[in-house]
């Protein structure tokens, strides 16, 4: 966060110009309270001369409040100004915008309640007529005189004699004269407000106008008392409408007040039926261009806290939280446990944390699928990774901190009591937990992340896949970062092994299609015989297998081989043709080929023989398998 987001929320909602009161000292000013004029807060900006940086920070009175606290890095105690009343900030990249503008918020508020406790004091020891307004401060006439002794004219339009005319009066419906009455001026405290505005919204939760809206409003924790008749009247008619799901202008002040109305759960059946209102509400008058970015940006967290507080199911809290916040725990679930996530989700988070440049990565511009899955198996191999006890993923993102929590604190609600304590779980990376009352949220904070650690692993990543993958121009490495090249190399190493085993050609057999085929080579075989030949085969004589031969076609190791075909693999080995041998058993060396390579198929997981014409011959890469199986060469 910086400074100037501090200066323009200030004059967007309490019209607070930034004041510059030393003219030797242009680095310092301040904002004042639009009512009491007082400080509440001092700006500093100061010329760092080692980081040659301007540094910018800043002193805010916000009074005793919890959220005043200096819990976190960038709070501290005052750094100018005196007093346990004032805060100290340092603005830069961890400080978190809510939690100051809060601190803010709070500084008002404080000045508002000290100016009211004023008001009343002089109320009871001076007999003076007192007018206090919480939003246009207050008006004390001293001496005041009755209003028929005043001398001069005043312009008022005088009726004549006897002639019956009276002024018209605002016809006000009887309901907002209810209203009217419940209002109570001097409820200052953020709590009392609340609670009043709760019971008039009651009140008004079914009243429907039909007075448009005209005019301007502005005012923070706005609540009904701040508006007139006339913008009560307009307020409540694009209430009707928008009710309708008709989205017409109106000021964002008064538009808070439908939202408060929601969070409160007046004009809604359930917490879940707030919800569906308020995204409903952001669709029809957010999207619509009215309202303001601010608007939208305490929507999204109202409804996330509403959620929580009131126990609805994670899956619809996530539907209506911000989607920048979902989207940063889903990250962050992904890399902590990347081996459960796809390539995908992976490669997303390491985007989201490491920089757009990744995701334009010339190692990615041949094949995106397969850059991706590197990258995801680079972030997986290198997760394993540890230093003085500490992960990859816990060195980069650190550990999930406990801190107080304060939900709806910025808005005008009445918190419901609930003694009973909860854990709730929103998502992998965030949860929420209750314990006496007290609420606390669990969740990574961005302060504790390391990007210089992650942006080196995904440097020395990209610089050795665009070496492996030649894509690109070289990146310089950096000693800093070569505790990942172990872990990049072995990725790199496997994608390797696994392209060269998609290269190696494959040899389908389609074993259904044997039996045909000997089918058929028989068929032709008949056909090419002679009559005396048929005459023969018809009277085959048993042949007299020698010792030797019986003993040469043993199986051995239980191979599923026959004699003969044991006998034309040794042939094989021994460098001869089995050809004569194959004509003997009136085979043809294909079909031998054939049954050899399908009986080997299990064993050895390829093709053993090769057929070229009539010729048989061993593949080289597999001579030394056959050898071993058959127990040797015989000579």
Known sequence: MELNELIAYAKEKYQIEEQHKWDDFPGFSVLCHPQTGKWVALLMRQWDAESGTERELCDLKCGGHPLSRPDRPYLSAPIRMKGNKWVGVRFGAETEPDVVLRLFDRAIEDGRRRLFSYGRELFRSLEVNIDIQPERGVTIVLDAKP???????????????????????????????????????LAAPMGDRAKNFCQQARLMEDYEDDVPWTGDFVSYFPTYRDLNTRQLRGYFTWRTHIRRGEATPI????AYLYIYELLNGVGADSPEDSLRKLKLF?????????????????????????????????????AYADSELIENDRALAALRRPEIRTDEEVFSALCRFGGK??????????????????????????????????????????????????????????????????????????????????????AYEKS??????????????????????????????????????????????????????????????????????RQEALMTQDSLLTEEEREEAAVPETPKVPETAAAEGETPNGLPLDALQIRV?????????????????????????????????????????SCEGDELALIEDYQEDISRMLGGIDT
């Open 282 to 318: 952001e669709e029809l008058f957010l999207d619509a261009g009215f309202g303001d970015a601010r608007m939208r940006y305490h929507l999204h967290h109202w409804m996330l806290e509403l959620a929580v507080i009131e126990g609805v199911p994670a899956e619809t809290a996530r």
């Open 251 to 254: 000021a964002t002040s008064a």
């Open 448 to 517: 504790g992340f390391d990007r210089e650690r992650l942006q080196g692993f995904l440097h020395e990543t990209e610089l050795r896949l665009r070496r492996y993958l030649k894509a690109g121009r070289a990146l310089k490495a950096r000693s800093a970062d070569v505790w990942a090249a172990p872990y990049i190399e072995a990725v790199i190493d496997a994608d390797r092994q696994a392209a060269l085993e998609a290269a190696r050609p494959k040899i389908t057999l389609h074993l259904a299609g044997l039996e045909q085929i």
């Open 569 to 609: 693999l040794r042939a094989l080995l021994r460098g001869e043709s089995p050809s004569a041998l194959i004509r003997e058993n009136r085979l043809t060396p294909s079909l031998v080929s054939d049954r050899i390579n399908e009986a080997l198929f299990d064993t050895v997981g390829d093709t053993v023989l």
């Open 147 to 185: 209003q028929r002794e005043r001398s001069d004219y005043q312009d008022t339009a005088l009726p004549f004699a006897h002639s019956g005319y009276q002024p018209p009066k605002e016809a006000v419906p009887e309901r907002l004269r209810q209203l009217r009455r419940m209002f109570g001026y």
């Open 357 to 442: 440049k990744l995701a334009a990565s010339p190692v990615l511009a041949a094949d995106a699928e397969r850059g991706e899955h590197l990258f995801s198996e680079a972030w997986r191999a290198a997760a394993r990774y540890c230093w003085e006890g500490k992960d990859l993923f816990t060195l980069c993102f650190g550990e999930r901190v406990r801190r107080p929590w304060y939900p709806l604190t910025n808005a005008v609600y009445v918190p419901k009591s609930r003694p009973v304590d909860t854990d709730y779980v929103l998502d992998e990376s965030r949860s929420y937990h209750r314990r006496g009352g007290v609420w606390q949220a669990e």
